[in-house]
């Protein structure tokens, strides 16, 4: 079982001048949901996992404060963290911590996206 993370791009509508999704997914990320109590205990699951149900997420940008101080705990402290590691080899430190970069790019690309999460 994992979890997926597409960013689909938004435009401006031409009638309200309000932002609207698009079907134009602009990348996609997938992880494992062995790392769910790795990025529970660097307070990222609720930003990560439950990111559409989370209120202070609107857009990507709005994950890349979270998602760095979550990183800076991961990075800090590595021990504290690799003892979450999945016995059966899928779900590391390292996954974890190479997602979160990924996604704090993303963030960066594309600030304005919609973010949608499939677990």
Known sequence: MSLDISFYEVMSCPYCEGMVHTNKLLVEFNITHNLG???????????????EENPGVKSARDLIDPLEQGLYKLRDDPMKYKKFNACNGWGRYEDLVNFIMDLIKTCKEYPDSHISVSR
């Open 37 to 51: 109590r790795m990025a529970d205990e660097c307070g990222l699951y609720d930003w990560i996992w439950m990111a």
